[in-house]
């Protein structure tokens, strides 16, 4: 079966000298496409690379974004430089991962005050790029699901290009974004025994929305929580969600990559 990992991070692995190993195995896993993400101006260019090394077979697609966590005081020269990542082939296939996250900030009142001005200012500017670019859109919300959908709204960017990847809100969170035509996206966690809320929110949106990420090198899946993750166990969250829904491995995996597909215009 034919698999597709919306969102993973492959810096770790070149880093360390992994990627041909981890790609090998996400082959051999039935992983037919993977999309990188980005998450400040230090890996875009390297995720760039890889795409274009993977340009023949598609195996490696790549976004451009300032998540919340690489948020600081210099927010606005990374911001003012994802536009013309637009312009270098391979062109990036979505601006994210972006948003919000209250989780990480720091203890002191005021400090995390502070640092999340700068996330809402930094996600306010991105999504305005997204707007001017018709680009799909990925969005980072922990901490912070009412916050982010209310900037998305006040954007104007299209919900039809938005997901929230790593949903782990409920099945009333999830709704708002459906109405809205948003998605979510999800990851390992599905597996996990205290996800039921998660587990909801899936059977919420339905099979016919569906989509798939590792979130690698984190989240992993069971039967290896635990180890680090990678993109080839994608394939066991996809077989538990085949589970979830009722369907065979091999028809969760083609709908959830249409899906894919189709949210990102490949």
Same mark, same amino acid.
């Given at each position: 079966?034919?698999?597709?990992? #919306? ?13 041909? *190993? ?27 690379? =890889? ?5 023949? !077979? ?19 020269? *990374? ?10 082939? %391979? ?9 919000? !996250? ?6 002191? %009142? !005021?400090?995390? /005050? ?6 809402? @200012? ?5 999504? *305005?790029?997204?707007?001017?670019? !018709? ?32 949903? #782990?809100?409920? /099945? ?5 974004? &459906?109405?809205? +035509? ?8 599905? #597996?996990?025994? $205290? ?7 899936? =059977?919420?949106?339905? =099979? @016919?929305?569906?989509?798939?990420? #590792?979130?690698?090198?984190?989240? $992993? %899946? ?6 680090? &993750?990678? %993109? ?5 969250? /996809? ?17 959830? $990559?249409? &899906?894919?597909?189709?949210?990102? +215009?490949?």
């Amino acid at each position: 079966m034919e698999l597709f990992d #919306t969102h993973t991070h492959l810096e770790s692995f070149a880093r360390r000298g992994d990627l041909p *190993a981890v790609l090998e195995r996400a082959r051999q896993a039935g992983v037919a496409t993977m999309v990188t993400i980005g998450t400040g101006p230090d890996d875009w260019e390297l995720y760039r690379g =890889l795409a274009a090394k993977h340009s023949a !077979d598609g195996l490696v697609r790549h976004t451009v974004g300032l998540h919340p966590c690489s948020v600081d005081a210099g927010w606005e020269v *990374a911001v003012a430089g994802i536009e013309a990542r637009w312009k270098i082939e %391979p062109r990036p296939v979505a601006l994210g991962e972006c948003g919000l !996250d209250r989780f990480h900030l720091p203890k002191d %009142p !005021d400090e995390a /005050a502070r640092i999340f001005g700068w996330q809402q @200012a930094a996600f306010a500017g991105q999504l *305005a790029i997204a707007r001017r670019l !018709d680009a799909p859109l990925v969005v980072h919300s922990r901490g912070a699901f009412a916050e982010c959908v209310a900037m998305i709204e006040a954007s104007g960017v299209d919900w039809r290009r938005v997901v929230f990847h790593c949903f #782990t809100e409920g /099945a009333a969170e999830i709704g708002e974004l &459906n109405r809205r +035509g948003g998605l979510g996206s999800f990851t390992g966690i599905i #597996t996990y025994k $205290t996800a039921e809320a998660v587990r909801a929110a899936a =059977l919420a949106q339905g =099979l @016919a929305r569906f989509m798939l990420e #590792t979130d690698a090198p984190y989240l $992993t %899946p069971m039967p290896h929580r635990g180890k680090p &993750n990678e %993109p080839a166990f994608v394939r066991h969250t /996809a077989e538990f969600a085949a589970g979830l829904f009722g369907v065979p491995p091999v028809e969760l995996a083609r709908i959830s $990559t249409e &899906n894919a597909r189709s949210f990102l +215009g490949l």
